[in-house]
Nanobody
Framework: QVQLVESGGGLVQAGGSLRLSCAASGRLFSNYAMAWFRQAPGKEREFVAGIGWSGGSTFYADSVKGRFTMSRDNAKNTVYLQMNSLRPEDTAVYYC??????????????????WGQGTQVKGEE
């Protein structure tokens, strides 16, 4: 089992930056592929970014490519999402997720077994 706790959300002006963190507890964190999803009010949860077990492969939704960067530190059992050039449309609750299923590309939420509680990000105009 893996428990995930997100932090780092907040209110930021358009064009600003935030860094989200997701701390994992449990064993064998490096066995898990990780991802960030987000859900805006009235919308479905959508894939934002994903990273393989070693951190060597990353994948992004088209809407965040070039602005967001996902990374992981297996020694600290933590993944990060650096968000730059934030836009009002990035406003959502951001969730961290984990799966033992390793594959590349954007992925559906139902491939992930473990989820954090979410952290709110709000981009102001």
């Amino acid at each position: 089992q893996v428990q995930l706790v997100e932090s780092g959300g907040g209110l930021v002006q358009a064009g600003g930056s935030l860094r989200l963190s997701c701390a994992a507890s449990g064993r064998l964190f490096s066995n898990y592929a990780m991802a960030w999803f987000r859900q805006a009010p009235g919308k479905e949860r959508e894939f934002v970014a994903g990273i393989g077990w070693s951190g060597g492969s990353t994948f992004y939704a088209d809407s965040v490519k070039g602005r967001f960067t996902m990374s992981r530190d297996n020694a600290k059992n933590t993944v990060y999402l650096q968000m730059n050039s934030l836009r009002p449309e990035d406003t959502a609750v951001y969730y961290c997720a984990a799966t033992t299923l390793q594959r590349g590309g954007p992925r559906p939420a139902n491939e992930f077994d473990y989820w954090g509680q979410g952290t709110q990000v709000k981009g102001e105009e």
